[in-house]
């Protein structure tokens, strides 16, 4: 049986995703070291919830990759 997952604004790659702040000023994405370090959490973090044959509707934001040689189907091939 499989589970249907809703995700969006992954942002892989986004490197000034890691600057935005909330209203309070706080960062809206703190811990990484780096997008790479971030981009690899979210495929960890995906890896430990979705199964091979779940459904998941990524509904917009998937990366932005203008200055990096990686794509977005690299990451999206990790995902289990």
Known sequence: MS?????????????????FKKKDGTLLRSGFKDITDHDLELVKRWNSVVAP???????GDVGRYENRKNDIEEYLSKYA
């Open 3 to 19: 589970n249907p997952f809703l995700i969006s604004d992954t942002h892989f790659g986004h490197a000034n995703i890691l600057t």
């Open 53 to 59: 044959n779940d459904k998941v509707y990524h509904l």
